[in-house]
């Protein structure tokens, strides 16, 4: 009988509607865990994740029968209805439409898993809206910049 073999490493890149800074570090780590649980109940395997105040970079070995598109609707609603239902929010919690999603081979999990997981070092020096055209430019993607996330310029 034939089988699926697949090697499939995917950074996804997402941020808070409004770019508020919204993720507090008191619950960072349970919506992190919340973040993993759905994905995991995908099929799929989280490698490293960062909830920053404003944005998160989650990176996922991906199991063939789910796509990008849906994996990110499932992580996106369940996480922010987990949020609004804790009332840890004041006000309605939700997630800017889109998101970012970048490829990797296996040779380079440990460089991406370093980066994800230094996210609060990273960003002392980069802000946000750089890193994610650094990240668009780098991997060749082009793109029409009305389309991008809402930036807000703070550090």
């Not at 697949?6 to 890149?13: D, E, G, K, M, N």
């Not at 990273?122 to 993607?141: A, M, S, V």
Request: proline share 3%; with cysteine; net charge positive.
């Amino acid at each position: 009988m034939a089988n699926t073999y697949t090697q499939l490493y995917i950074q996804f890149v997402f941020s808070v509607q409004g770019r508020e800074n919204l993720i507090k570090e008191r619950f960072r780590d349970e919506l992190e865990k919340v973040i993993c649980g759905i994905i995991t109940g995908q099929k799929c395997k989280v490698y490293a994740i960062y909830c920053n105040p404003d944005h998160v970079h989650v990176f996922v070995g991906m199991h063939p029968v789910i796509a990008p598109s849906k994996l990110m609707e499932q992580v996106k609603s369940g996480s922010s209805n987990w949020l609004n239902n804790k009332k840890y929010i004041s006000g309605k919690f939700s997630w800017q439409k889109g998101y970012g999603a970048f490829t990797y081979s296996k040779s380079h999990i440990n460089r991406v898993v370093k980066y994800v997981l230094n996210q609060p070092e990273h960003h002392k020096k980069q802000t946000f809206k750089d890193e994610y055209l650094f990240l668009l430019n780098k991997f060749g993607i082009s793109y029409d910049s009305k389309y991008l996330f809402n930036w807000y310029d703070n550090m």
